[in-house]
């Protein structure tokens, strides 16, 4: 690159994380900037599932393989962050039953490694698993640690000389005609506002990518979802478990460190800050994840969250029905010049998502400079702090 352009990236979640990698790898001189803590959005709080696809091999084609592509790709690149157990989907009745070879057919069409076997086998992995359910099929989910998800992609991001800005709340766009030519941000910890210019500004906001966009007056269709987890003080499953039917509420059970999590509940919502627990989505939760794992009403709640999905779509979808796939918008389009958007998608596919933006980036700036991102092996969260 002749000139290094400056970019900066608007947040510091699963998506502006791994923006930041991608573009310091391709020799951007990169600014991440973050309202709090890094991953202290919707990422840090997630169900923490490394998708493998299989909730969306039967009704969400594109969302499944995208899945699956980077679940193989991040086992590739990523040292630490993953717990790589494996998932199970069990079926609890007739109808689960019946899905079965939908299922089957669906992961085969999408390119997930999918294993029908004995229950009896998937008793003796999980002993707390129901013992009537009827199947159980084996598919490649993980978990991710989210904070050291983020991490990882930024340390690497640092060491190619992106510069980190947690505590930093982009609170406008500043523009020079039809441009973007920077952003105005408040420093959390002095109090003390300043401007930082930079020749193109990515949003990578998630949910909050509707407000960022409407600083400079353009509309990005996102529509945030919220979803409930409930968090059990004990970790009665070693794998990932999820009931074998199409996505539901209460349906997946994750294993985190030493908890189990039972998620998720999803409906829209118009303030991301402010997202209401309602005890009847909690109550659903553990009605429909004790039919997978009986001793999750047992044990304690630890604790419960809810977060806001950034999943894109017309405002007026049924937000179940909406695809878990991720869209880059160039605002030129909506008339106002470097400014884009990247959305949607899942933290499972933020290096997918990254490799969009970045390629929109790279049109823009008449920079040429392929993706590196699926070989290069990431630096350990620990270089954050050292590099
Ligand atoms: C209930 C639920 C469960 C989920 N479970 C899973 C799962 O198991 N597996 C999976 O892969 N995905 C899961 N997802 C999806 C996943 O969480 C999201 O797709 C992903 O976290 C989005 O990442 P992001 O970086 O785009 O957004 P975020 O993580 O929200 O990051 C955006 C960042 O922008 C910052 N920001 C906002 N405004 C400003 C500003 N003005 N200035 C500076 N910074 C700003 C925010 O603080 C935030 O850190 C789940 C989502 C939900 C809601």
Same mark, same amino acid.
């Given at each position: 690159m002749a000139r290094k352009f400056h970019v900066i990236v608007i947040g510091a979640g699963s998506t502006g994380s791994a923006t930041a990698h991608d573009l310091a790898l391709r020799g951007f001189d990169v600014t991440v900037i973050e309202r709090g803590e890094i991953a202290s959005g919707t990422t840090g709080r997630n169900h923490c599932l490394l998708h493998s696809g299989g909730r969306y091999a039967v009704t969400d084609h594109e969302g499944a393989v995208e899945c699956i592509d980077e679940n193989l790709t991040l086992r590739h690149i990523m040292r630490d962050g993953l717990e790589l157990n494996d998932g199970l989907f069990v079926a609890v009745d007739e109808s689960d039953l019946e899905f079965k070879n939908t299922f089957l057919e669906g992961c085969a069409q999408c390119g997930i490694p999918a294993r029908d076997i004995p229950v009896k086998r998937a008793l003796e992995i999980? #002993?707390?698993?129901? #013992?009537?359910?009827l199947a159980a099929v084996q598919v490649p989910d993980g978990v991710f640690d989210p904070y050291r998800f983020c991490l990882s992609f930024l340390a690497t991001a640092k060491k190619n000389g992106a510069t980190v800005l947690p505590y930093h709340e982009v609170t406008a766009l500043r523009m020079n005609g039809n441009a973007v030519d920077g952003v105005r941000v408040k420093d959390h910890r002095t109090g003390r506002e300043r401007e930082i210019g930079a020749d193109l500004v990515v949003n990578a906001t998630g949910p909050w990518a509707g407000k960022i966009a409407a600083m400079a007056n353009v509309d990005v269709p996102v529509i945030p979802t919220a979803g409930v987890m409930v968090s059990i =003080?004990?970790?009665? =499953?070693?794998m990932v478990v999820n009931r074998l =039917?199409? #996505?539901?509420?209460?349906?997946i059970v994750v294993p985190q460190r030493l908890t189990s999590i039972i998620g998720t509940t999803s409906w829209k919502v118009d303030d991301m800050d402010a997202i209401p627990i309602p005890k009847e989505h909690v109550d659903k939760m553990i009605a429909f994840g004790e039919k997978m794992i009986p001793a999750l009403r047992h044990n304690a709640i630890r604790g419960v969250m809810a977060v806001a999905r950034p999943l894109i779509g017309k405002k007026s979808a049924d937000e179940r029905e909406v695809s878990r796939t991720f869209a880059g918008f160039d605002h030129a389009h909506d008339g106002v010049e470097n400014f884009v958007t990247i959305s949607g998608g899942k933290t499972t596919t933020a290096r997918g998502m990254a490799e969009k933006i970045s390629d929109i980036v790279c049109a823009k700036l008449g920079v040429v400079a392929p993706c590196r991102t699926r070989e290069v092996v990431l630096e350990s969260y620990r270089n954050y702090y050292n590099n």
């Amino acid at each position: 690159m002749a000139r290094k352009f400056h970019v900066i990236v608007i947040g510091a979640g699963s998506t502006g994380s791994a923006t930041a990698h991608d573009l310091a790898l391709r020799g951007f001189d990169v600014t991440v900037i973050e309202r709090g803590e890094i991953a202290s959005g919707t990422t840090g709080r997630n169900h923490c599932l490394l998708h493998s696809g299989g909730r969306y091999a039967v009704t969400d084609h594109e969302g499944a393989v995208e899945c699956i592509d980077e679940n193989l790709t991040l086992r590739h690149i990523m040292r630490d962050g993953l717990e790589l157990n494996d998932g199970l989907f069990v079926a609890v009745d007739e109808s689960d039953l019946e899905f079965k070879n939908t299922f089957l057919e669906g992961c085969a069409q999408c390119g997930i490694p999918a294993r029908d076997i004995p229950v009896k086998r998937a008793l003796e992995i999980e #002993p707390y698993l129901n #013992p009537k359910i009827l199947a159980a099929v084996q598919v490649p989910d993980g978990v991710f640690d989210p904070y050291r998800f983020c991490l990882s992609f930024l340390a690497t991001a640092k060491k190619n000389g992106a510069t980190v800005l947690p505590y930093h709340e982009v609170t406008a766009l500043r523009m020079n005609g039809n441009a973007v030519d920077g952003v105005r941000v408040k420093d959390h910890r002095t109090g003390r506002e300043r401007e930082i210019g930079a020749d193109l500004v990515v949003n990578a906001t998630g949910p909050w990518a509707g407000k960022i966009a409407a600083m400079a007056n353009v509309d990005v269709p996102v529509i945030p979802t919220a979803g409930v987890m409930v968090s059990i =003080n004990k970790r009665l =499953n070693q794998m990932v478990v999820n009931r074998l =039917n199409k #996505p539901h509420d209460g349906d997946i059970v994750v294993p985190q460190r030493l908890t189990s999590i039972i998620g998720t509940t999803s409906w829209k919502v118009d303030d991301m800050d402010a997202i209401p627990i309602p005890k009847e989505h909690v109550d659903k939760m553990i009605a429909f994840g004790e039919k997978m794992i009986p001793a999750l009403r047992h044990n304690a709640i630890r604790g419960v969250m809810a977060v806001a999905r950034p999943l894109i779509g017309k405002k007026s979808a049924d937000e179940r029905e909406v695809s878990r796939t991720f869209a880059g918008f160039d605002h030129a389009h909506d008339g106002v010049e470097n400014f884009v958007t990247i959305s949607g998608g899942k933290t499972t596919t933020a290096r997918g998502m990254a490799e969009k933006i970045s390629d929109i980036v790279c049109a823009k700036l008449g920079v040429v400079a392929p993706c590196r991102t699926r070989e290069v092996v990431l630096e350990s969260y620990r270089n954050y702090y050292n590099n």
